[in-house]
């Protein structure tokens, strides 16, 4: 068996659909259809039910078991592989979201900087589900996302939770350094969509289409924009006011009435091969010494790099 023709029969149990695997792979849908029957024909097995001119194909009872022989061929072709290149130096692929990569995950990257022996390291930012996609394609490591998925070759576990708090370049005028939702002026808004129950909240309390409101994808705009708009805000969370406030000279506020806290969560393949499994654990063991187990919550950042 081939680990490409393996790659494609994987890729199609996850899509069920001969155009959208062949797009993934960057190959033809006739190229998938004579791989997949070339790989069938090689171990004497029919794996999918598919008709001449349908492009969703049906797995056969025998393919659903081939699914986690596959898998494990697949793993052992990593391991393989991973020998051939590894050079002396361990190096790790780690894939984060935005705003992890930049508040968060710093004290790790520095910490990791120093180790001996020395790290080769490549840092991925990317969105969640394509974060759960590189992994589950043995692309990275390890992965930090702010959602759960249905992958199922992909064990997600919580890594930390914090509190989402408002951000402005203007001292409101309010008590305690807290602020309602109502006294906030939604047209000076500028918008992340950080999560589907954030904007659950958001909605509730501020029309989704209303004018002025900026919206944006990443927290480095939103730092940018609010430097040049003194009465602008944005809503983001603890770690990323806590390391803007650092270098901008901006203020935060805690919400009286505050969104759902974001989640951090770790991503790590189901059939990690024993170097993979040796990189994760360094990782983990790193991210341990940050973090307040017990309170659940983020570290502080300062502390951490100390």
């Given at each position: 068996m081939y680990i490409d023709d393996i790659e494609i029969f994987l890729t199609l149990v996850r899509t069920y659909n001969l155009s959208k695997t062949a797009e993934q792979l960057h190959l033809s849908q006739s190229t998938i259809s004579r791989r997949l029957a070339v790989l069938e024909n090689n171990i004497g097995i029919k794996l999918f039910e598919r008709k001449r001119g349908q492009k969703k194909i049906k797995i056969t009872p025998k393919g659903q078991q081939f699914i986690f022989i596959a898998q494990r061929w697949s793993t052992l072709w990593q391991e393989i592989y991973s020998l051939k290149t590894t050079d002396p130096h361990l190096s790790l692929s780690i894939g984060s979201v935005d705003s992890l990569n930049t508040t968060f995950l710093l004290p790790l990257y520095q910490k990791l900087i120093k180790h001996s022996p020395k790290c080769k390291m490549k840092i991925l930012t990317s969105t969640s589900p394509e974060l759960y996609e590189l992994l589950e394609k043995h692309e990275i490591d390890i992965g930090f996302v702010?959602?759960?998925?249905?992958?199922?070759?992909?064990?997600?576990?919580?890594?930390?939770?914090?509190?989402?708090?408002?951000?402005?370049?203007?001292?409101?005028?309010?008590?305690?350094?807290?602020?309602?939702?109502?006294?906030?002026?939604?047209?000076?808004?500028?918008?992340?969509?950080?999560?589907?129950?954030?904007?659950?909240?958001?909605?509730?309390?501020?029309?989704?289409?209303?004018?002025?409101?900026?919206?944006?994808?990443?927290?480095?705009?939103?730092?940018?924009?609010?430097?040049?708009?003194?009465?602008?805000?944005?809503?983001?969370?603890?770690?990323?006011?806590?390391?803007?406030?650092?270098?901008?000279?901006?203020?935060?506020?805690?919400?009286?009435?505050?969104?759902?806290?974001?989640?951090?969560?770790?991503?790590?393949?189901r059939y990690p091969n024993n170097i993979v499994i040796q990189k994760t654990k360094?990782?983990?063991?790193?991210?341990?010494?940050?973090?307040?187990?017990?309170?659940?919550?983020?570290?502080d950042l300062e502390q951490s790099l100390r």
């Open positions: 702010l959602r759960e998925m249905n992958f199922n070759n992909i064990i997600s576990e919580e890594v930390f939770n914090e509190p989402m708090v408002v951000i402005s370049k203007t001292k409101f005028a309010v008590s305690e350094e807290k602020i309602h939702p109502s006294q906030l002026d939604p047209h000076n808004e500028i918008l992340l969509n950080w999560s589907p129950t954030y904007m659950i909240w958001h909605n509730y309390w501020w029309d989704p289409y209303i004018s002025g409101r900026i919206e944006v994808d990443t927290t480095s705009i939103i730092v940018e924009i609010l430097k040049e708009n003194p009465n602008h805000w944005s809503i983001v969370p603890k770690s990323v006011a806590h390391h803007t406030l650092l270098s901008h000279n901006q203020y935060m506020f805690e919400l009286t009435d505050p969104p759902p806290d974001r989640v951090c969560y770790k991503i790590t393949h360094l990782i983990s063991d790193y991210l341990n010494k940050y973090f307040d187990k017990s309170l659940n919550r983020s570290p």
